[in-house]
């Protein structure tokens, strides 16, 4: 049974209900009553609401005041606005954890670099998205600012309300071959070509999240 792959009944219904939104099944604007949910997975409506909530902590969902669960709408725009930000605090992160870095952290990022490859011709897709979150925020910690991780940290969340943006090998590879330029840079201290590296590649990023938006919203894709 599908229940088995996760520990709880609301980790099932919230990946359930995040794949239905990004499938298209449940449309933007359109309300999740949680009784139907409940219903069509066969729980009770507290795992479904559990999962709602969390849903609506990464912006898939939004929760109107004694009017229930809708679908968040999504537009390019937001997007741009997203990354606009992103762009200046990753920015900053990398400049800083640059100055910052010792020989210690460094050998810990080339040991993480060197775990990437694994995901080449692998089609985990999916697998090499999480890692290359991880691989940034081992980067970006050495900045030695809490508030601008936890500022990232949420930015990042956000974009879980969207597809998978790797989708090919040659991708991945486009994508360990930025980080090894960027761990160069870091390497030989040089903070301003690190930060400029890591502006080219969160551009990289942003088009893909636009391009991966359009292959599954097509016209429902707000500007």
């Not at 912006?59 to 606009?84: H, R």
């Not at 980067?139 to 309300?161: H, P, Q, T, W």
Request: proline share 2%.
């Amino acid at each position: 049974m599908i229940e088995q792959k996760y520990k709880t009944k609301s980790g099932m219904i919230h990946d359930m209900v995040r794949q239905c939104v990004l499938d298209g099944e449940y449309k933007p604007g359109e309300r999740l009553l949680t009784s139907i949910v409940a219903e069509k997975y066969g729980t009770s409506e507290i795992p479904v609401r559990e999962a709602f909530l969390a849903l609506v902590k990464e912006g898939v969902l939004i929760s109107k005041p004694n009017n229930g669960f809708y679908v968040s709408q999504i537009s390019k725009q937001e997007v741009e606005n997203i990354f606009e930000v992103r762009l200046k605090l990753e920015s900053l992160a990398i400049f800083e954890a640059t100055k910052r870095i010792e020989p210690g952290g460094m050998g810990r990022l080339e040991k993480l670099f060197n775990d990437g490859k694994k995901f080449l011709g692998s089609e985990d897709y999916m697998g090499y998205w999480k890692y290359n979150r991880r691989f940034h925020f081992a980067m970006y910690e050495f900045c030695g600012n809490d508030v601008l991780i936890k500022l990232l940290s949420e930015l990042f969340d956000f974009s879980a309300r969207y597809p998978n943006y790797y989708t090919c090998d040659w991708e991945i590879q486009e994508s360990i071959d930025e980080h090894r330029k960027i761990l160069d840079a870091m390497k030989g201290g040089n903070a301003e070509y690190a930060e400029a590296l890591v502006t080219c590649h969160t551009i990289i990023t942003k088009n893909r999240y636009i391009q991966r938006l359009q292959e599954v919203l097509g016209s429902r894709l707000g500007e």
